[in-house]
């Protein structure tokens, strides 16, 4: 986002993508942190990186326990084989162009968005919109938006193993 963003553009940016997620946030300041690229920061703190450091292991939380539930029989080899592949960068990249997240992010001035979002950036932008919603609504809200893209997720990677 251009500098000159003003308070009722950053608003209104905060609060499509609200609609587009699916989840209302209390804390508002937590979904525009999430979605603050280093380059659009004024510092290194007030970017998303530490977000999407906690979203990666709520992520990997949710994923392991819905695997651990769904599949009883599996051994823990057969576990990871499946994680490994569901919480990938590119099925968070995926999941993060699917809700268009790419629209909704503050960038710096060398980042304008003159091309695509670079992947990296939509799979850390995706695991720091997860941690937003841990520390807003906690791990039921996490939860319930992770597993609205990973539990299809699950049962497809889960069937392709099966046939191996």
């Known amino acids: 986002m251009p500098p000159e963003l003003t308070a009722s553009r950053e608003a209104e940016i905060l609060d499509e993508c609200q609609k587009a997620i699916g989840y209302q946030f209390r804390q508002p300041d ?3 942190g999430a979605l603050t690229h280093t380059s659009g920061a004024n510092t290194r703190l007030a970017s998303n990186e530490r977000m999407e450091f906690l979203g990666d292991s709520v992520l990997g939380l949710v994923t392991c326990e819905q695997l651990y539930l769904r599949f009883p029989d599996y051994q823990e080899g057969d576990l990871t084989k499946v994680k490994s592949v569901v919480v990938s960068r590119r099925t968070c990249a995926r999941f993060s162009r699917e809700l268009n997240l790419g629209d909704y992010l ?9 091309t695509a979002v670079p992947a990296s950036l939509l799979a ?6 997860v941690a937003a919603i841990y ?8 939860r319930a938006f992770i597993l609205r893209h990973l539990g299809p997720e699950i049962e497809q990677v889960a069937e392709v193993a099966q046939d191996e």
């Open 30 to 32: 937590l979904l525009r």
């Open 106 to 114: 503050f960038l710096g001035k060398g980042m304008h968005l003159h």
């Open 124 to 129: 850390d932008v995706y695991e720091s919109l």
């Open 135 to 142: 520390l807003d609504g906690g791990l039921e809200a996490a």
